[in-house]
């Protein structure tokens, strides 16, 4: 298993349909073996560096890929792979298992595996076969699961045990997202946040109140190409990377630059700037794991940073398509944090962050004149005080919603130490004036009667029978329902302190963007009214559901009902692939 559970947590609370954790198969149960770490880094020692990174990135780019989950696909994998004995013993435990069968190959074993050989194999030509390479390097990942599970449960070990919710945030927040697949959507969202929504009047005010630059201008000054060109170079590495795994799954080749019809079509600058802020060379990274870090299978920041290895000059290959999809997002937000001063770009992303959820919610929601239902931040009347970062109202009922743009560091996030986690959430979304208490606080003037108003025009939600607070989080780790449960233990002292009846206030729901993405998606064809009241009341039946998430509960209710293409980020995606196509000619499709 990819996640210990204590004893206070029972296995029967769990929803499998619903929940993040899954089944991994370990080398020792299926060989009766022991392996050691000196075992994987024997097993690679004979590999050539070139063809271990070569394999390395075809067994990663088939587990993200979309049939890459499939126990049987791996199974098949394995067949080929393994010695006999192994593959035989795989399929008996497969049949044997009672509950869905496991994973031979997942992301952390491989992201280790990645590790271990920039540190121990050889560093000449290619020599051996393809066929011997593949071989060794599929098994140093499968015997790589062990030590997995050893890591990271001796890290595991370190977290309370006598508090389930505080054992479960330590737990998953670390690696929450981890073995999700190819993050597509991303994509869309990187392109809506850092060029549509920059237009936006909220975020171009926010930018001259402080007579700061443009994102554009910023970047351009900073790094020397247009932001936009840079987003553009990386989605067409992603399509040459993934075109090429698509056309030749058991040929991996190196990707290289200057033979690349469609690269080459790129400005020669925006190339070579753009290959120096998400490429390393094998000296670089390996230089980068021998310092100290924190877990190895989840805490892969110098990839994260740098998603590429420059193998050979010139050369390249992706370990891992869905960090290169990621850095549209994550790698752009840190550079741009780089190009204002100290602290400044984080003073207006969050105006950014907040234009473009409003922006979401405009495509689904009236948001002015007769029947507005979106209030965007409105006011307690005769007062400065905001209400809400937006509020959704209905008759009856009213989501009350506080946008956060902040995200954790990676120490918080893979340290492995859970009062820096703990105090890493608190600080981003549970502080004494924002957050939890902020909701709890603005719920409570509404109820007691003090009007909001929006422009000119003044609404009393006090009638409403229940008020839905909502937390909409930037930081995808964040959307677990660990971490949901551990903030309502706040917002019940925080409504408890200020005497707020029970009944009129529902559960506290943390959706991160993506969760809130879908939120949205599902809003074009179903009551965001009803959606909201039936999450709800899943959050109150279920006290020990732990790892599952808003998306999980919304499509296991009301998955075919809706029409998931015709999300924005996917929408998005979709057209700048076209966008690309016209622009750079025949490159492989999706």
């Known amino acids: 298993m990819p996640l210990f559970l204590p004893d206070s947590y029972s296995h029967n609370s769990r929803h499998p349909v619903l929940s993040v954790v899954k089944q991994y198969y370990s080398f020792s149960a299926i060989t009766d073996s022991t392996v050691h770490a000196s075992d994987v880094v024997k097993e690679l020692s004979s590999v050539p560096m070139v063809d271990a990174l070569r394999w390395i990135c075809t067994i990663s780019s088939l587990i993200t890929s979309p049939d890459g989950k499939s126990s049987q696909v791996q199974r098949r994998w394995a067949y080929d792979l393994f010695p006999e ?68 449960a001796e890290a595991e070990a370190a977290l309370s045990r006598s508090d389930v919710t505080e054992w479960m945030v330590g737990a998953l927040v670390p690696t929450i997202g981890i073995e999700g697949g190819i993050d597509f959507e991303a994509i869309g969202r990187a392109f809506h946040l850092w060029e549509y ?10 930018l001259a109140t402080r007579r700061l630059p443009s994102f554009e201008s910023a970047f351009t000054e900073k790094y020397g190409v247009p932001l936009g060109e840079f987003l553009r170079f990386c989605v067409t590495l992603y399509i040459r990377f993934f075109g090429t795994f698509l056309s030749s799954p058991t040929n991996p080749l190196l990707l290289e630059v200057a033979t690349d019809e469609a ?9 070579g700037v753009s290959l120096e802020l998400i490429s390393q060379s094998c000296e670089e990274l390996t230089i980068k794991l021998m310092r100290s870090r924190h877990l190895w299978p989840s805490d892969v920041t110098p990839l994260r940073e740098r998603p590429l290895i420059e193998v050979e000059r010139g050369k390249y290959c992706c370990p891992d398509l869905g960090l290169l999809t990621r850095s549209c997002i994550e790698r752009v937000f840190f550079l741009l944090q780089d190009a204002y001063p100290p602290s400044r770009f984080r003073e207006v992303f969050g105006s950014l962050f907040e234009a473009y959820v409003n922006w979401l919610l405009s495509k689904v929601v009236t ?25 959704l109202y209905w008759v009856e009922s009213a989501a009350v919603m506080e946008y956060k743009a902040g995200l954790l560091t990676t120490r918080q996030r893979y340290a492995g130490i ?39 025009e003044t609404f009393d939600l006090s009638s409403c029978r229940v008020f839905y607070p909502i937390l909409v989080c930037f930081d995808e780790s964040l959307g677990i329902h660990a971490v949901t449960k551990l903030l309502q233990r706040r917002l019940d002292a925080e409504l408890e302190k200020r005497q707020v009846p029970s009944d009129r206030v529902g559960p506290l729901m943390l959706l991160s963007i993506h969760d809130f993405e879908n939120f949205v998606t599902a809003g074009a064809s179903l009551s965001m009214e009803h959606i909201l009241r039936e999450y709800g009341a899943h959050l109150r039946s279920q006290p020990r559901d732990y790892t ?43």
């Open 367 to 391: 948001v002015t004149g007769k029947g507005r239902i979106l209030l965007e931040a409105p006011t307690f009347v005769g007062t400065a005080d905001q209400a809400a970062d937006g509020i």
């Open 263 to 271: 690269l080459m079509k790129f400005d020669d600058k925006v190339r």
């Open 548 to 590: 599952a998430t808003f998306s999980g509960v919304l499509s296991h209710k009301f998955g075919s009902q809706i029409d998931w293409e015709k999300s924005v980020p996917h929408l998005a995606h979709q057209e700048l692939i076209k966008e690309l196509t016209i622009r750079l000619g025949d490159v492989p499709k999706e």
């Open 197 to 206: 929504s920059v237009s936006s009047p909220e975020f171009t005010n926010a």
């Open 418 to 456: 859970p009062d820096e986690l703990l105090k890493g959430i608190e600080s981003k979304v549970a502080t004494e004036k924002k957050g939890i208490s902020q909701l709890a606080k603005n719920i409570a003037r509404m109820i007691s009667g003090e009007n909001v108003q929006v422009e000119s």
């Open 85 to 152: 004995e192994w593959s035989e013993r795989i399929d008996k435990q497969m049949s044997d298992d009672s509950q869905e069968p496991g994973l031979i190959f997942h992301r952390r074993s491989i992201w280790l595996v990645l590790q271990l050989a920039m540190l121990s194999c050889r560093k000449e030509s290619s020599s051996e076969s393809g066929v011997e390479s593949s071989k060794h390097v599929a098994r140093a990942c499968f015997m790589a699961n062990d030590l997995v599970t050893e890591i990271e």
